[in-house]
C-alpha cells in the first residue's frame, strides 16, 4: 500500500503547480471523459510526487485472540482513560532522586 507523509506538505506549494499544469489550460483538455480521468490522475500524482513522495506501507493483520470478544474491547475501551502510563521522564528522576 503507498501513503505519502501528509504533515510534509505545504499547502500552498500544490497551489501554485495546479495553476501552471495543465488542468488549469482548458484549450488542453481532451474531449472524452475516460482520457480528462485519466489526465486528472496523472496530473495530481505528478504533482504531488513533486512535492512529497509517497512510500510503500505494509498493513499486517494480527491474530485476533479467543478472548478478544466484544464484551473485552469494551472493558477495554472503559478502562483505558483511567490507566495512565508513567512518564520515562518521571521514572529516571524517581532513580535520579534514589540515588542521591
Not at 43 to 68: G, H, M, N
Request: aromatic share 8%; charged share 25%.
Amino acid at each position: 500500500m503507498y501513503r505519502r507523509p501528509w504533515a510534509l506538505l505545504n499547502a500552498h506549494q500544490p497551489l501554485e503547480q495546479l495553476n501552471v499544469s495543465t488542468l488549469c489550460q482548458s484549450d488542453k483538455w481532451p474531449g472524452d471523459i475516460d482520457e480528462t480521468a485519466t489526465m486528472y490522475e496523472s496530473e495530481l500524482t505528478s504533482i504531488l510526487d513533486s512535492l512529497i513522495l509517497s512510500c510503500i506501507v505494509t498493513d499486517r493483520l494480527r491474530p485476533s485472540y479467543p478472548w478478544c470478544d466484544d464484551e473485552w474491547r469494551e472493558a477495554k475501551r472503559l478502562e483505558l482513560p483511567t490507566v495512565r502510563p508513567v512518564s520515562k521522564l518521571l521514572v529516571k528522576s524517581v532513580q535520579v532522586r534514589l540515588l542521591m
